[in-house]
């Protein structure tokens, strides 16, 4: 079949539509973003969080993230009156699709998202053999799919179980705080999917930023204080008991 | 889930380190144990080890050329790994592993086994035919001086680089004992002790490998075994055996009395998943039952002919039990969560990158390469066994 002109002035705009297409997978470049202006964190208001998952599904979404691997997840503790030290939780598969009813009545029933903490010592960097994952400027913790050599020494490093090594890559892959997003002034996927805004992306170096005003009025943690890994992620109403 | 009790953090049911690490540290301690008895003889002039001198040399050689392929093996990226050379990241503890790895090979044992068989290389070089010949002839890099001035320096400089290699082969081991010592994020690893321990269980499986790699090739080439010799390997087995014990021992009291948060957890992986690996194969079997035996032929007079058995035993126990000590170790440290609330399990694969078969093939190519090299470079002093007649060092 020979295309005449009239076959061509209509495939024309369909290439250009279909073109349009394949280059809104190209990530945009962000003229305006200065690294230096930013120090990015979250904040995780645990007395809002419902356990609905709407955020790990987000981000599998958003980011391509492999069934059975988690950039983020949801945890539900169950906390007995009496046993502080030793909670009972749970995790089906990532808390992606919520959680079945408890079957514990007495103690206390929360939720926790876990993601990576974006320290700003943190562990998993310092081991990298060849600096392939490293803290930008602007305060994530990112990895260079195309320089990590997939020696897991990261994955081992991370106190918080936030790494993996995606098995089509065979690189450490880790949450990236979205940043294809918050370059281009958007929220993570997970905060803007979060129904009660439990989850809150926070520029701890824009002053007005509502994080400061929080941390100012708030009793906030991070995990694990005692690994020392200056993490970013802060929690608000995070029991003891949560590890 | 599957093999999985309590909770795991999502992203830790799959193990990142599988059995291929666990061959790392057990070779890498192999080459380092090999030496230090090599430089039992050249440096602290225990003479009655000669006869293993040239055989430890070469047995830590071959372990040496074997001990990166695992880890290739295991890397997402090996065609990456050159980075490590080429971009290194000062922070890591494991970015150092290629220039140790390096200096260790090519500034340490190839240059002190080049040294001490160059004579020996130069006459062969003479004396075979044919492809041999050329070998030879490669192997001697142009230098044919065989004049007494020449030897002298030849000794005089391997005394050196024996003296340079006791420290290397520590920082060789210690290193890897560190990679593992160092992350904090593991309870399990994370102790100041893990470099020291290593250093010690490193001497223990080397001399213990060598001694039964002399006892089993003197009597494959119908040969008697020098007693004296092998009491002194022993001996010294004997002690090292008893430090690092002691350290292993001073780490779990420490573990014990100290039990903080992780305690809880690790025992209980001990009393379960590890009990068979940990208390069975690596304490019992592998470490109270050698000590025990060497222990006996330390405080009875025994006949030769049960004295050369215990050693067997013993020889063969202890690295059953060295190589149980990598596997808990390594795999053990995988096990539970870093939330201290559950449990995963191992699955070795069979016929995988990483599987059974293939560690297995990296283990006995080591012996393989072993061989070829003792066919090549004949460590021993007679002259039955082809090497030439006053081929021993010159000291």
Redesign the interface.
Known sequence: MSITRRHLLLLLPAAAVAWKHVLAGTPEASPNYTMSQHWWGMLIDLTKCIGCGNCVRACQTENDVPD???RT?V?RYHVSDYDIEN?????P??GKKGFPPTKEASGKNFFVP?LCNHCAES?C???????ATFVSPDGVVLVDKK???????C???????????NPK???AEKCTLCYHRITKGLTTACCESCPTGARQLADLKNPHDPIHEFLKTHSVQILKPY?ATHAKVFYNGLDGSV? | MPGVEG??????I?L??SVLIVLYPFLTGLVAGAFILASLERVFRVQAVKPTYRLALLTALSFLLVAPLP?QL?????E??L??YL???R?????M?GFVYLWYLMAVLVVEIWLDYRRDIVLLSESTTGWKRWIYRLMTLGSHNLSERALAIDERVGWLITLIGIPSAFLLHGYVGF?FG?????PWWSTPLMPVVFIFSAMVSGIAAVMLLYMLMTWARGKSIDMPCVDTIARYLFYTFIIDFSLEMLDLIHRIYEADESFRSLDFMVHTKLYMSHIVVQIMLGTVMPIALLALTQVLKLTEMARKRIYVLAGCLTMIGIFAMRWNVVIGG?LF?????GYTTYKMGLVTREGLVMAIVLTVLPLVILWVLVKLLPPWADRASGALPDATPAH
């Open positions: 059975g691997y988690f997840w945890e909670p009972h939780v749970d995790s598969d990532g876990k562990p960097t310092q081991v990298c053999p060849v600096g320089y990590c050599l997939g020696c897991r020494y994955v081992q490093a991370c106190p918080y179980g936030c790494r993996f090594i890559t065979e690189t690994m590890r | 909770f795991m953090y999502p992203n830790e799959e990142q380190w880890l295991h890397l997402g990226h090996p990456r790994s980075e490590m971009t290194p990241h922070t890591s503890a494991m970015a592993f990679i160092s992350v904090k994020a593991n995988q969560s870093k939330s201290f609330l």
